[in-house]
């Protein structure tokens, strides 16, 4: 849902946390797909004259993903172009995302994921495309059933993801060399919350990424501080008299039934229904490089 990123020195070859023989990687492909396409730094053409930057980053992300966390089930999930179910809550909810039909192929990550989805194929792993949900709620999905026998690894750059953290259920921002591992700690360094409290935080700051506004006058520190004191956002918002600063008391009590919504949109809470069984979802890592993979599916 969110791009919100933060700045660390950790350094992740010597804080890899991944060491469990049992351990399930679920990948956030459209995450993935936009922050390859948009990430690399030229127009990269393949076979016939057609783009596949797009496509060779996202493979190559993609292995050096899997290689560094050495899962044994994976699946990569993306989301659909059916209705959100969000929508319905809120109709301004990601309304200020560009509408890609009306962009020119160069400028469309989407017209590069059949090769994605062939190289998927290709490699054996189990991907699929959400029909009546986000991706969102399918990742969630997974965290919940299976994050508390099995370690767990969200790849994503969404930060919605953070409040699903838990000592066995971490998220891995990719940056090759650079990236980072988000636990407990990491959290409570940087917001000052528990991972639990964080779509409590989120509905009173807001998310500029998918159109939801936030609480006036209630920013990063306040919405921390509030919840670090009220525990709950439902407990701040029963409890918005006891509010020391008037300015902030003002506008939640004028604000609680939009925070509610805020807190229904952002809040993961999986779904019944989950596209593969973690049988489906086996992986054995057979060591294949990029240019092999985009060579079997003609882009090279």
């Known amino acids: 849902m969110t791009n919100q990123d933060f700045t660390t020195n950790q350094d992740f070859t010597t804080t890899n946390v991944f060491h469990n023989s049992q351990k399930i990687l679920i990948v956030d492909g459209s995450n993935?797909?936009?922050?390859?396409?948009?990430?690399?730094?030229?127009?990269?053409?393949?076979?016939?004259?057609k783009a596949i930057q797009g496509t060779?980053?996202?493979?190559?992300?993609?292995?050096?993903?899997?290689?560094?966390?050495?899962?044994?089930?994976?699946?990569?999930?993306?989301?659909?172009e059916s209705h959100n179910p969000r929508t319905d809550l809120d109709?301004?909810?990601?309304?200020?995302?560009?509408?890609?039909?009306?962009?020119?192929?160069?400028?469309?990550?989407?017209?590069?994921?059949?090769?994605?989805?062939?190289?998927?194929?290709?490699?054996?792993?189990?991907?699929?495309?959400?029909?009546?949900?986000?991706?969102?709620?399918?990742?969630?999905?997974?965290?919940l059933t299976y994050g508390a026998e099995?370690?767990?690894?969200?790849?994503?750059?969404?930060?919605?993801?953070?409040?699903?953290?838990?000592d066995r259920v971490h998220i891995l921002r990719y940056r090759g060399d650079k990236s980072v591992i988000c636990d407990p700690a990491y959290i409570q360094e940087k917001l000052g919350i528990?991972?639990?409290?964080?779509?409590d935080y989120k509905s009173l700051t807001g998310d500029t990424a998918d159109n939801i506004r936030g609480a006036n006058k209630v920013g990063a520190k306040t919405a921390a501080a509030l919840i670090r004191e009220y525990g709950t956002l439902e407990n701040?918002?029963?409890?918005?008299?006891?509010?020391?600063?008037?300015?902030?008391?003002?506008?939640?009590?004028?604000?609680?039934?939009?925070?509610?919504?805020?807190?229904?949109?952002?809040?993961?809470q999986g779904c019944e229904k989950l596209p593969f069984t973690l049988e489906q979802m086996k992986y054995q890592d057979s060591g294949i490089g990029t240019t092999e993979v985009l060579k079997a599916i003609g882009l090279k």
């Open 32 to 49: 993935l797909l936009f922050q390859m396409f948009f990430g690399m730094p030229a127009r990269i053409l393949g076979a016939n004259g």
């Open 56 to 80: 060779l980053g996202f493979v190559g992300a993609l292995l050096k993903i899997i290689r560094m966390t050495q899962p044994s089930h994976v699946a990569v999930l993306f989301d659909g």
């Open 91 to 143: 109709e301004e909810y990601k309304a200020n995302r560009p509408d890609y039909s009306q962009v020119s192929d160069e400028e469309n990550p989407f017209t590069q994921l059949p090769d994605i989805y062939a190289a998927l194929r290709y490699l054996g792993l189990a991907y699929a495309e959400t029909t009546d949900c986000e991706a969102d709620d399918w990742i969630s999905g997974y965290a």
């Open 150 to 166: 099995y370690d767990m690894v969200i790849s994503s750059f969404d930060s919605d993801f953070f409040q699903l953290i838990t």
């Open 194 to 199: 528990h991972p639990s409290q964080y779509a």
């Open 236 to 268: 701040l918002l029963t409890q918005a008299e006891t509010i020391r600063k008037p300015s902030v008391r003002t506008s939640i009590l004028q604000d609680i039934d939009h925070l509610r919504i805020n807190y229904q949109l952002i809040k993961l």
